[in-house]
């Protein structure tokens, strides 16, 4: 830390992300999809890239067209993002002003960003068994922001619960993060045409195959992305490069491939929740491509770091209420078989 930096910015805690290993590791610990992108991605970036000399289409006109098909919406009732954490920043700073309220188990970047912009953040406990009680979120003088599902529980409301909280809160935006949505879950889309308060953010890093392309969206009603625009214009209006453009367009235009993953995913998550139940773990209800699970007479670190000895690379969140949880992205059937071969050796 510099002697320059605002005194605002010295007690920031910054999110930690997963690690990213140089070598080939089983990689279950930043939800990444275990597949590589769809076809056709890779000849459409390259094609692409023959235009980079010029700055990319600000407006991300054909991307746009393409999700508004996909999700049955006009084309301004969506805006692009450098994956959905700059559009979740946004959504933080352009609806959070009178305060912002989120579970205490959640994606571990809200706390960050009301800290980064100054919002006041009310912190709401999940209940005993990590769900959301919706009652905690009636009458809010607030913005609220749900994952749903959430991370790392991997529980998920169903779209009635959504639709309360909406409905209980017409002066406030309820940003519902749906970076997991695709793996079995109800979508807040549903609710839109009903109601102009509720703002649905998505990736294409989860169930696309595009994590490292860094693409999110926001879908809601045209003055909700009007103001996200208007943040986006003020910060920086060319945040979807060419090539992530081209990247996303071209995943869009292979939705048998997108079901197909999506399909092995949740196969496969069935199949490895099975497993760990059998071996005697407490596995919560997962409805995303992780299952946050807790391991038998070992505590999460632990069974986090003989599975690093073993180069499995897991996710381990170091708080009270989650420390014997461990948090396993959903791999390829190979890579699941490996990790509970592996845990079979570390259990007492
Ligand atoms: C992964 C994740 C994101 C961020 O996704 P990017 O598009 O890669 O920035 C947002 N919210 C939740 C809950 C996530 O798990």
Redesign the pocket.
Known sequence: MSRFLSARLQALAPYVPGEQPKVKLIKLNT?ESPFPPAPGVKEAVAEAADSLQLYNDLSAAKLIKLLAETYGLQDNQITVSN????I?AFAFQAFGGSGLAFPDI??G?YPVWAELYGLDAKIIPLTEDFSIDISDYQGNDRCIVI?NPN?PTGKALPLSAIQEIAEKNPDQVVIV?E??VDFGADSALALLPEYDNVLV?R????SRQL?GA???FAMGSATLIDDLNRVRFSFHPYNVNTLTQAAGAAALMQPDYFEACRSAIMETREWTAQQLLSLGFTVLDSKTNFLFASAPGISGAAYQKALRERNILVRYFDMPRTKNFTRITIGTKAQMEALIQATKEILP
């Open positions: 939800n994956g959905s954490d700059e979740l959640t994606y970047f994952a991370a993060d970076a997991y953010i990736t294409f890093s989860k994590a860094r693409l999110g």
